[in-house]
């Protein structure tokens, strides 16, 4: 059973970039499948950030394509989110996910870490 | 871009009743929509897949079904445990963009 877990800085400063890991386990990011980021800020409702394929190819929320960069390590077995020049309005609980084999996008997801963006 | 609309936000309800929730799509997606229950401080789960198969597991109580724009989350009987917030998410314009509705809470009466 595939199994994802989020790490990174659980605060950042305006203006700095977030960074966050998922770590995989139970499955191998270069056989496939599509993994991504969706975020949720406190209290309200979910938001799809992007995706990235085993290959390497992406797609981002336009809204976030800006500051955004998602990148896959198969060596490690994991995948980064980076966000650039980050405000208050991004603090929320991101989670990692991956499709699942019927084609769910967000079929799996690990269990979210909250990142506070604050000076 | 797709635009979701759940509807109502948030509804009050007791065990034993029939609850209904609507999702609205801003264009016709054929039937890409996804049916997640979200329990406070977890992540969401999987209730239905394709707007009408219900995922392994998940109680015959939870029921998916429309086409195009209208769809429809019903629980046949709420349970304790059924009290969370749903959210309907569409996939057809995926892996270029997903799109989730805004959630409906459901409170106990």
């Known amino acids: 059973q595939v199994h994802l877990q989020e790490s990174g800085p659980g605060l950042v400063k305006p203006s700095e970039t977030l960074s966050l890991t998922c770590t995989v386990s139970?499955?191998?990011?270069?056989?496939?499948?599509?993994w991504g980021w969706i975020r949720q800020s406190p209290g309200k409702g979910l938001e799809w950030i992007g995706i990235?394929?085993?290959?390497?190819?992406?797609y981002y929320n336009p809204s976030l394509e800006s500051r955004l960069t998602i990148s896959v390590d198969t060596s490690k077995n994991q995948f980064s989110l980076k966000l650039r020049s980050v405000t208050a309005a991004d603090t929320a609980v991101y989670y990692c996910?991956?499709?699942?084999?019927?084609?769910?996008?967000?079929?799996?997801w690990g269990q979210g870490t909250l990142v506070t963006v604050s000076s | 871009a797709i635009q979701l609309t759940q509807s109502p936000s948030s509804l009050s309800a007791s065990v034993g009743d029939r609850v209904t929730i609507t999702c609205r799509a801003s264009?016709?997606?054929?039937?890409?929509l996804v049916w997640y229950q979200q329990k406070p401080g977890k992540a969401p789960t999987i209730l239905i897949y394709?707007?009408?198969t219900l995922e392994s597991g998940v109680p015959s109580r939870f029921s998916g079904s429309g086409y195009g724009t209208d769809f429809t989350l019903t629980i046949s009987g709420l349970q304790p445990e059924d009290f969370a917030t749903y959210y309907c998410?569409?996939?057809?314009?995926?892996?270029?963009?997903?799109?989730f509705g805004g959630g409906t809470k459901v409170e106990i009466k």
């Open positions: 996910t991956r499709e699942s084999r019927l084609g769910i996008p967000s079929g799996y």
């Open positions: 139970g499955y191998s990011i270069s056989n496939g499948f599509y």
């Open positions: 990235i394929y085993h290959s390497g190819s992406t």
């Open positions: 264009q016709g997606i054929s039937s890409a």
């Open positions: 394709d707007a009408s």
């Open positions: 998410q569409q996939f057809k314009s995926y892996p270029q963009m997903l799109t």
